[in-house]
């Protein structure tokens, strides 16, 4: 059957169709099709559907993973979004996100790495082609960056940005820098300051 906004209903199943996948058994609310949203209008080509407990987006693409439950409404479809809202801004707090690192090491949410992300600078691929796969990477790589942040491991944060090419660590160093700064209630780092002064009034020598 076609599903239409606002309706609840049940994952039979993961994404991919394995009923040992957690989402199995959770209940959603259709968001909307693709085909109402970016096609003719008509109820096709899999839907958009937020998860009733923690109000996420996910793609369905075989209709037969999803179960109808209730008719639902519009209403259903804000009540998601609130959740996520409410939940995004926890997940962005810094302190919170501290803690988890602290805590459960690189278990975060995606709201809390992009926060991370942005903070110094960096914008994963992951935000312009939705590749959940080129996320992990990333936090893979630069996990120890933020860990030594939040550890208050000054040294050891600059030598996790070795990471980036020469050419772009100096921007993504110094915004580290005002990051650590910032979440650990110290001042800016006159050794680095100074630093790149010397190299720029060094390079307008040359």
Known sequence: ????????????????????????GRLGVIEYSYGERYGNGEIYG???VLDKENGYS?????????????????EEIEKCKEIYRKRKEQQENVEYIREKI???????????????????GYVSSFERNGEYFCLENDWLKLYPIFHSLFSRKYDEMIKALDIFK????EKYKEKAIIFYNKVNGQQIDNRYFTMTVQEILKGSED
């Open 1 to 24: 059957m076609a599903f239409n906004k606002g309706n609840i209903v049940r994952f039979k199943c993961g994404y991919w169709g394995d009923e040992k996948d957690p989402e199995t």
């Open 46 to 48: 899999g839907y958009s």
């Open 58 to 74: 996910s793609s369905w693409w075989e209709e037969e993973y999803l179960e109808f439950v209730s008719g639902g409404g519009i």
């Open 102 to 120: 602290l805590s459960d090491g690189m278990g975060i949410s995606t709201n809390s790495i992009l926060k991370l992300f942005h903070e110094i």
């Open 166 to 169: 020469e050419e772009y660590r």
